[in-house]
Structures are given as structure tokens and as C-alpha cells.
């Protein structure tokens, strides 16, 4: 008689393994490839144990862990950045990865023994995609309802903007019109979905909830940029100047912005001189300035490096540049690509999510305030160095204790 309790015991470090590395070479599970082993991992082999207790005839069963860990799990996949279809892939790579695990024992046993196993296995994984689905899809619902707040709040101020000026509010119309169809559109299908059909909370549903929140988050992100836009034109960014250390600046940035450059392959080269350590800057303007270029650099280059390099250059003068061998731009854009909601017709062709044309007005804008001025030098296909010179002492600005 064969023990699949047992045997399923002895291999869990085997199909956690095997598990984790399917994942993460899985094509269309991206969002673990920015994952270290243990988040991926998470509760798997708490679960593994359950299941072993399930298929072992003397002891109780244990659908309790299943189910408990399995709530918990959708909850960390929804912080993670999951979308639906990933995690109903990892759910069938598991059942992949435990009957491979188990090919050796099913082969040996009995027609009755081998058909108990599937079912008892194949019943907790059920489980386990039904449980961490209620929560995900719970933790989902969170966001769209915090998302839906927050639209209602920047709503108010984009009608305060629209009453205060009308420049650029065709553009800005036009670029609403679609993340905006978007979300109208699935937001009902999703709605009509849920209340005609008894399946609640199926993979195509969760899909589409994905969808509404990325086109939120996009109409966000470009409502309030152009609400950043029109602050700054409006005269009402104030500056805010602090001795700041650009080195530990640009580190801060580097760091959160590094995942990005990985994904792609990409290597960030950081080369800062020592010597600007207490420079008389606006911290959080700067951070801006370096984030919006570096984000560019790496979403407009498919291979090779980002620099981003400090040099003090006079008593008078520092320069920041921020190099990248990507697609380039071509000379007539040059200066057109600092225009508000401009975006360049590139080599990428495809439609970038993330783009919105605003980064480059605002960075332009920002080192305007901060007295510097920006200097492009580009070639198509070879890639772009954004400089930027700002003065060490600003005139007229009062400087913050
Ligand atoms: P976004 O990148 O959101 O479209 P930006 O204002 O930051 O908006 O940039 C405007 C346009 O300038 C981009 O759409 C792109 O065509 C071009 N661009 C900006 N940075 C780079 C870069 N580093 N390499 C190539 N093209 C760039």
C-alpha cells in the first residue's frame, strides 16, 4: 500500500522548489519576477503540510490550515501586485508541480489509492484558489473604493482648474477620454457581470477589476500632474530650500526606482562627486527632478546602462546628468518633448501605459524655479543625456531652518 501522506512529507522542500522556480520562469507571472524566494514562497509549505495531514487515513483532516492560509495568502498577493491571471497560473503550476512531484508513488499505486490522492489534492488546491480569490478580491475592492475617493477629491480640483484657466484643456480632455472610457466601460461589465451571474468572483472578473484599477491609477497620476502643472504656473510651488546631501538624494531615488531597471535588464550607474554635500536646494523638487529623468531613461531604453552623474563645476555652478543608451530622440523633438502632453512617435511604437507626456513640463518647470536650466543632447537609436545646471546659492529665496 502506498502512503502518498508520506511521500508527500518527504518531497515538500522538493515542490516548494520546484514550485518557486516555475513561477518565477513562468512567462506570464511578471510580477514575481520582481519577488525575492520567501515572498513568492509565502505560506506554500504551511499548506503543503495540511494537505499531507489530508491524505493521511489516521489522522484528521485538515482543511482548516488550508482554508485560513489561503485568506491570508490573497491578501499578500494583492499587496504584491498580482493580477488575477497570475495567481489562477501559480495555482495550476502547483498542481503541476505536486503530481510531478508524486509521479513515482501514483505510477506504483492502486487504481482506488492513485484516484483518493487526486481527489483529496486536487479538492485542497480548489479550496486554496477559492479562499485566497475572497480575499484578494476583498483587498482589490479596498483599493478601487480608496481609488474612487481619491478621484472624487482631485474631480473637485480639476473643476476648480478647469473654472480657473482654459489653456491646455482641450489636451487634457483628450487625454481623460480614454483611461476614462475605459474605466466607465469595464466598471459595467463588471457590475453586470457580478449581479446576473452566480460564478462571483471568477478570474475574467478579477481580470476586469485589474483593468479599472490600472486606467484609475493612470487618470490619476495624469490629473495630478497637469494639477502640478498648473500649480506651478500659477505661481503657488514654493520652494523650500535645505542643505541637502545630492549624493544620499539620488541614492534615495536610485533605490526605489532600481526594481524598474531590473526587470528590463538594465544596469543603473550612479558616479557622485563627494564634494556636493550641502548643496542650497528644494530636497523633495530635486528627488522630482531625478526621479521623472531616471524613470524616462529607463523606459525609453531596452538595453545596456543609465548614468546618472554629479559634478561641481564652479563656485558658482553644479551639473546633474542623466545619461541613457536608449532609443534617443530625433533632433526636431528635441525641444518639443518639454511641451506639456508632447510624446514623441519612437521606435517603441507600441502604446506606453505609463506615459503621459507631463514628466519633461514639469522637470522643465521645477529646474526653472530652482534657477537652473536643462540641456538635451540625443541621437536616434544611440540614446539621450539630460543635463541639468543649477546655481549653488539661489537668488531671493529664503532658506528654511
Ligand atoms: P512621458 O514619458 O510620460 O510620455 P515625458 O514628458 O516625460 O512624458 O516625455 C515626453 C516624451 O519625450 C516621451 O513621450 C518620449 O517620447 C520622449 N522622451 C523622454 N525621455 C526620453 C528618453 N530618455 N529617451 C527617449 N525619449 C524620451
Known amino acids: 500500500m502506498i502512503d502518498f501522506s508520506q511521500a508527500l ?6 515542490i516548494t522548489q520546484n514550485w518557486i522556480e516555475a513561477v518565477r520562469a513562468e512567462e506570464q507571472i511578471q510580477t514575481a519576477k520582481q519577488l525575492t524566494y520567501d515572498s513568492v514562497c509565502d505560506s506554500l509549505p504551511i499548506v503543503l503540510q495540511a494537505m499531507v495531514t489530508m491524505l493521511s487515513q489516521s489522522e484528521d483532516s485538515d482543511t482548516g490550515t488550508v482554508i485560513e492560509e489561503s485568506l ?11 493580477d488575477a491571471q497570475e495567481i489562477a497560473r501559480e495555482y495550476r503550476l502547483l498542481r503541476r508541480v505536486i503530481f510531478d512531484a508524486l509521479e513515482p508513488e501514483l505510477v506504483k499505486g492502486s487504481g482506488a489509492e492513485v484516484s483518493r490522492a487526486y481527489r483529496l489534492i486536487d479538492s485542497a488546491i480548489d479550496e486554496a484558489i477559492a479562499d485566497c480569490f475572497q480575499t484578494y478580491t476583498q483587498a482589490r475592492f479596498q483599493e478601487l473604493q480608496e481609488l474612487h475617493n481619491q478621484l472624487q477629491l482631485t474631480n473637485q480640483e480639476l473643476t476648480r482648474l478647469v473654472r480657473a484657466s482654459q489653456e491646455n484643456l482641450s489636451h487634457l480632455a483628450h487625454e481623460l477620454k480614454t483611461p476614462l472610457t475605459s474605466i466607465i466601460g469595464y466598471s459595467e461589465l463588471f457590475l453586470r457581470q457580478r449581479n446576473s451571474s452566480p460564478i462571483r468572483d471568477s478570474v475574467p472578473n478579477l481580470a476586469h477589476i485589474d483593468k479599472v484599477l490600472s486606467n484609475g491609477r493612470r487618470l490619476l497620476r495624469l490629473i495630478n500632474d497637469t494639477l502640478e502643472i498648473s500649480r506651478y504656473d500659477a505661481g503657488r510651488i514654493k520652494l523650500q530650500l535645505t542643505a541637502t546631501n545630492v549624493r544620499s538624494a539620488i541614492g534615495t531615488v536610485v533605490e526605489i526606482i532600481e526594481p524598474l531597471a531590473k526587470e528590463k535588464n538594465l544596469e543603473i550607474v550612479v558616479e557622485c562627486t563627494p564634494l556636493l554635500d550641502q548643496v542650497m536646494t528644494d530636497y523633495l523638487r530635486l528627488q522630482q527632478i531625478i526621479t521623472n529623468l531616471t524613470s524616462n531613461a529607463i523606459r525609453y531604453t531596452e538595453a545596456g546602462t543609465i548614468t546618472i552623474k554629479t559634478e561641481l563645476l564652479s563656485d558658482e555652478q553644479w551639473s546633474l546628468c542623466i ?4 532609443i534617443g530622440i530625433a533632433s526636431e523633438d528635441c525641444d518639443r518633448i518639454f511641451q506639456p502632453y ?6 517603441l511604437g507600441a502604446y506606453i501605459p505609463e506615459s503621459t507626456g507631463l514628466g519633461l513640463a514639469i522637470v522643465a518647470r521645477l529646474v526653472n524655479l530652482l534657477q537652473g536650466k536643462i540641456e538635451l543632447v540625443s541621437e536616434v537609436g544611440v540614446g539621450s543625456s539630460f543635463t541639468v545646471i543649477f546655481p549653488l546659492e539661489l537668488d531671493g529665496v529664503e532658506i528654511q531652518e
Open 342 to 347: 508632447f510624446r514623441a512617435d519612437n521606435s
Open 9 to 14: 512529507q518527504d518531497k515538500i522542500d522538493l
Open 72 to 82: 491570508q495568502h490573497g491578501t499578500v498577493r494583492a499587496k504584491q501586485g498580482y
Open 323 to 326: 545619461s541613457d543608451t536608449g
